[in-house]
Structures are given as C-alpha cells and as structure tokens.
C-alpha cells in the first residue's frame, strides 16, 4: 500500500478503469486502482473490440494506442437486412473522419494498457477484492481483502467502473434491467475471400451477426438464441462453418476455418442515476450494452475521459473533487451520451430482430432511406463514432 488517502480511488482495473487512472497521470492528482483479477498475462480474452475513431483519439492521448501489437482499420462499415431489401453503406467521408475505427483484440488493449501503467508507476493493486464502501460527507471508503488481510483506503471521490455487485449495494442507485433472451457467440473465423476494411452487420429474425476485418480474416460476433448458442459452441468446426454460411450468405464465400469458441448472454443495464454520495459510475457499472454497433465499451471509454476531464477541471479547488457540485456537472454532462447510445442500441435490436415482415420491410426501406441521405448518414456515422458530441 503506497498510501492511505487518495483523491481518487478507481474500483474496477479493466480498459474503461485503466484508461481514467492514465487519463488523471501527471496531473497532480492522487489515484488508487484496484483490480480484482490477477495479473493480465494470466487473464486470456478473445473478444474482438471495435474501437471507434473517437476511442482511437482517446488511446493515442492515453499513450496506448501504440503499445497495442496489432490493429485492424475498419473503411467501410455494411448494414444489410437478411431476407429482405435495404441496405446502407457508411464510409469515413461520410463521417468526415480519415477511417471508421479499428478492431483490436480485447487481451491486447488490457496488457497493453497495464505496461502503460506499470511505466507510469501509478498505485494499482491486482487481486483485490472490494467487500464494502463507506461514504461521508467528505469522503468515501473503500475496504478490501489483498493477500489475506482486509485493508481499507480512503478518497475524496470513489469511482466503479466493473459490472460487479457493489454499485447493486448503494442505496441510492437503481438499476434498470431487460433480458433480451439472447446469446452472442464469439470467434475469429477465415472465409474464402480475405478482410478489405469492410464491417458486416446482418440483422437477421435471431438477431444480428457481425464480422469485423481483424487481421487479414474476421471477428465474429453472431448473435442467437440461448439454446441456439449451446447448440453452436458443440459443433465441431466444419458444422459450425457451414452453420455460419447458411446464416450470413455468400457475399464473403464459403467460411473455411474458426478459432476458439465463446458464448455470453445479452442484457441492458443501466444505472440511474451514476452518480451518488462522494460515487461516479462508468463504464459497464453505468451501462451495458447490446453489441449491436459496438457502442458498449466506447460509451465507456468516453465516460472515462470525461470524469477525468471533470476532475483535472476542479483540482485547483481540491475540495471540490468528489462534491455534490462536481458529481452532478459530470452526471449532466454524461446524460445525452449514454441515453442516445441506450436508445439507439436499444431500438436497433427490437426493431430488426422479431418475426414481423411488414416490420423487417419498413427497416430495410430505412436502411435504403438512410443510404440515400447524406446528411442524415453523416449525423447518424458521426455519433456512432463520437457520441452525442459528434
């Protein structure tokens, strides 16, 4: 333990916690991160992330983006409607950005982020488990089990940036849940023809299917129901593939080759309000989001960036950080970001995945609709990639 006091204490040590704790570096304020997983060279994750031109801005001001060992730029990103018309095509002169985003392995951002950290000598504790929070008028607690021995650490402002239990615990937080009765089944898959920068999101009556350009092949992220996805992960790899065929088309030809196989079910979460006594919530503590768009982690991205910026804002009046004042200016500021993306995601699954077909035939007109209206194409592609500062 390096001290007992900090002003900020960080309960959460993936990419959105990490980015915050980088974010406030050099600042001349005081962070403590704790992470409740071991080290990252032990914790393996072959989920693909579709970074957004935003977040790839965010990792290059952060110092990541070039410690990451590969990337992949997305040029093009293509949204059809599986049997029936409409689709829309979305490049980055549509958005006015030099590319779309970029697909990066979700293991690669986690290490490289911890080497970034572990070069900046920040106070960060892995294997830490948080048992409980405290708060007062003028700080907040934080108490956790490390090697055995409970500890406890105190802060002006605690924030949670996990999907765990602790912000289920307070109080004043209520979360808003729907199940979308749905799995998404994960993989890096190879087709007979190679990745060129293109994206593919397919809605289909079971949901949508993704493949993203990763490398020189493609991350699948392919949506089912939840038995569909048991069924799935125990197929052998040439049933699979020709499974996968059958579902998406031939627009990439016969798929010849899967990776490693994974599956986690779909639900919104969202927090009302993310902010609470001497408590800010980001990232999958605020919201989780359908993959559909793949706005969940740069939603959360963004959510870090901001507090940070909040909090450099009021570190001249240190007293402020972590008050009522400086909780709900972030609050506000986060309020249009995180209902757009909600929405959007949101209305997105509901629209496109059910069984009416007057209803799939209006979408695939709005599809269509949308291709033919720059404006709105670039309205809609700006957000995507910025959030509601697009």
Request: proline share 4%.
């Amino acid at each position: 333990m390096a001290a007992e006091q900090y002003d900020i204490i960080i309960i959460g040590g993936g990419p959105v916690g990490m980015a915050l704790a980088l974010a406030l570096h050099d600042t001349g304020i005081s962070s403590f991160l704790l992470e409740a997983r071991g080290l990252p060279e032990k914790v393996e994750d072959p989920r693909p992330l579709a970074l957004s031109h935003g977040s790839h801005l965010i990792l290059h001001r952060l110092g990541v983006w070039n410690k990451l060992t590969q990337n992949t730029p997305i040029t093009t990103i293509h949204v059809s409607n599986r049997g029936n018309f409409g689709q829309t095509i979305l490049t980055p002169h549509d958005a006015g950005v030099p590319t779309l985003g970029f697909v990066v392995n979700y293991h690669d951002l986690f290490r490289s982020m911890h080497k970034k950290l572990t070069a900046n000598k920040a106070d960060y504790i892995a294997g830490a488990t948080v048992t409980r929070l405290e708060t007062h008028e003028s700080s907040g607690t934080v108490y956790f089990d490390y090697q055995g021995k409970e500890e406890k650490v105190t802060a002006k402002l605690l924030v949670l940036a996990d999907g765990g239990q602790l912000a289920k615990q307070l109080p004043d937080i209520t979360y808003q849940t729907h199940d979308y009765q749905q799995w998404a089944v994960v993989a890096n898959v190879k087709a007979e023809k190679k990745q060129t920068g293109v994206a593919y999101e397919r809605f289909t009556n079971d949901g949508p299917v993704a493949l993203l350009p990763h490398q020189e092949d493609f991350a699948l992220v392919w949506t089912v129901a939840p038995e569909t996805a048991k069924e799935i992960t125990a197929l052998n790899d040439a049933a699979f593939l020709t499974r996968l065929h059958q579902h998406f088309g031939d627009r990439l030809g016969k798929f010849i080759e899967a990776g490693k196989r994974s599956a986690f079910p779909l639900t919104l979460k969202y927090a009302t309000p993310i902010t609470t006594q001497r408590i800010a919530l980001i990232g999958n503590a605020a919201q989780t989001l359908h993959p559909v768009a793949g706005q969940g982690f740069n939603l959360g991205l963004r959510d870090a960036y901001e507090l940070a910026n909040e909090v450099i804002t009021t570190k001249n009046t240190r007293n402020e950080i972590g008050a009522s004042t400086m909780l709900s200016r972030y609050r506000q500021s986060r309020q249009m970001d995180s209902s757009a993306g909600r929405i959007f995601t949101d209305s997105l699954v509901k629209l496109f995945s059910n069984e009416s077909k007057m209803l799939r035939q209006a979408c695939g007109l709005g599809l269509s609709t949308l291709d033919c209206m720059p404006p709105l194409k670039r309205f809609v592609a700006r957000r995507m990639i910025f959030g509601a500062r697009g």
